[in-house]
C-alpha cells in the first residue's frame, strides 16, 4: 500500500528534537513518502533527524497545522501527486510515541469499515469561555484518509476553501471540528481506533487525559499526548502512572518523556535566579508548602512523590472550601527557609493569593505556576 505522511511541527527554538526524530523513522517505515513541514524558516538544530524524510517544507505559522496540510497539500504538492497514494496521513508534533509498532494499529483499522480514521476521538460537548457546542468527531493530530476520501471532490473542496485560522480555537473549529463535519454531511465515515474497543466516554470526556493508562496498557493505543504531562490535567495521575508503565516495560527512551515533564515547571525570562525552575526552588527552601488545594495543588503533590520530594503541608485562605487536610495560611510558620509553591494558573487569582499573604515572606520565597508558559498552553 502506497502511504504519504505529512509530519508537521513548530515550535519557537525551531529544533527537531530527537523524539521527533523516532517518530519519522517509523513514520517513513510505514509510508512511501514522508514530508516534514517546519512552520518555521530554519531548522537550528536536530537537522540529523531530517534524513527520516523524503523532503522537509518551510513556512510560517499561518494556519497552525491545518495551514500547513492546505499548503503542502494544494500548493507545494498538488492534487495531482497526493491522489497516486493509498491513504493520507496528516501528524503533528503534538504526541511521543510510537509505544507499539504503527503498523499494527494500520492492520486492525484496515479491517474496520470507515472511510477516515484517527487514533482518538470523543463524544459531543462544548466549549467553555467562549461557550461552543461540537459534535463527537476525531482529534485530528493524527488522522488517516484513505483513497476514496483522497479522490473525493468533497475533500478537495474542503481544503482549497478553508481559510487560515488565527487563534488555537479557531483552528480546532475549522480543521478538527470541521474535516470531521464536513465528510461526515458528505457521506462519508470516521472511526476512531479505539472505537473498536467501546470505551465509553462521557460528555466532553477526552480519552486521552481521563484514560490514558489503558489507552497505552491495554489498548495498545502506541502514543501519548504532551498535554497529558502538564500538571494541569484532571488525569494526571494517570500520566504518571503510565510513565512508570512504559519505563519499567522499556517501551519507549522514557529521559524524552521526563524532560518534557520536568520542563513544564520552568519560568522563561527569570535568568538564573532561584526561581527560575522549581527544581532549583525546591532545593533552596528546607521547609515547601503548597498553595491550593485544586487540581493543580493536588496534581503537584503527586508529582512530588514522583520526584521523591516532599512537603510541609498544603495551605490555603479558606479551609472550608478544601476537601483534603490543609492548614490555614495564616497558622503557619514563615521565615527565610519556607518557600510557597503557589498552585493555580489564574494570574490574577496568583496575585490575590500572593497580596493575602503580604510582608510574611519575600517575593523569590514564592513559585508561581501561572508563570510557567508551559503550563498555561491553550486547550
Not at 65 to 84: M, Q, T
Request: net charge positive; proline share 2%.
Amino acid at each position: 500500500m502506497k502511504r504519504l505522511c505529512i509530519y508537521m511541527t513548530y515550535n519557537k527554538e525551531c529544533k527537531i528534537y530527537e523524539y521527533m526524530g523516532e517518530l519519522l523513522n517509523s513514520l517513513k517505515v510505514l509510508c512511501s513518502k514522508v514530508y516534514l513541514v517546519c512552520n518555521f524558516k530554519k531548522i537550528r538544530s536536530g537537522y540529523e533527524y531530517v534524513t527520516y524524510t523524503d523532503k522537509v517544507f518551510y513556512r510560517s505559522n499561518l494556519g497552525y497545522d491545518s495551514g500547513a496540510y492546505k499548503d503542502i497539500i494544494c500548493n507545494y504538492l498538488g492534487w495531482e501527486e497526493v491522489r497516486k497514494y493509498d491513504e493520507l496521513l496528516l501528524v503533528n508534533d503534538s504526541f511521543f510515541g510510537f509505544f507499539y509498532p504503527l503498523s499494527d494499529s494500520c492492520k486492525l483499522m484496515d479491517k474496520v469499515d470507515c472511510d477516515f480514521w484517527g487514533m482518538t476521538g470523543q463524544e459531543a460537548g462544548e466549549y467553555r469561555n467562549p461557550y461552543l457546542p461540537f459534535d463527537a468527531h476525531i482529534h485530528s493530530y493524527f488522522m488517516v484518509f484513505k483513497k476514496n476520501v483522497v479522490k473525493s471532490g468533497a475533500f478537495k473542496s474542503f481544503w482549497e476553501e478553508l481559510t487560515y485560522p488565527v487563534t488555537f480555537r479557531e483552528a480546532i473549529v475549522k480543521f478538527e471540528l470541521g474535516i470531521n463535519n464536513y465528510l461526515k454531511s458528505h457521506g462519508f465515515k470516521g472511526v476512531s481506533y479505539i472505537d473498536i474497543f467501546r470505551l465509553h466516554l462521557k460528555r466532553n470526556e477526552n480519552p486521552y487525559y481521563s484514560y490514558l493508562y489503558d489507552l497505552v496498557c491495554h489498548y495498545k493505543v502506541p502514543i501519548m499526548k504532551k498535554k497529558c504531562i502538564l500538571v494541569r490535567n484532571i488525569g494526571f495521575s494517570n500520566t504518571l502512572k503510565t510513565i512508570r508503565y512504559l519505563e519499567k516495560e522499556k517501551l519507549y527512551p522514557i529521559e524524552w518523556i521526563k524532560s518534557y515533564l520536568e520542563n513544564q515547571f520552568y519560568i522563561l525570562g527569570m535568568g538564573d535566579g532561584p526561581c527560575n525552575s522549581l527544581e532549583i526552588f525546591y532545593r533552596n527552601y528546607s521547609s515547601i508548602y503548597i498553595y491550593g488545594a485544586g487540581v493543580c495543588g493536588k496534581n503537584l503533590a503527586l508529582y512530588f512523590e514522583y520526584k521523591g520530594w516532599e512537603f510541609k503541608n498544603f495551605v490555603v485562605t479558606d479551609k472550608v472550601t478544601a476537601d483534603i487536610q490543609t492548614m490555614n495560611i495564616m497558622d503557619i510558620e514563615i521565615n527565610r527557609n519556607t518557600g510557597i509553591i503557589i498552585a493555580v494558573i489564574d494570574e490574577k487569582a496568583a496575585k490575590e493569593i500572593e497580596e493575602s499573604i503580604g510582608e510574611r515572606c519575600t517575593k523569590k520565597q514564592l513559585f508561581f505556576l501561572w508563570n510557567c508558559r508551559a503550563i498555561r498552553l491553550p486547550v
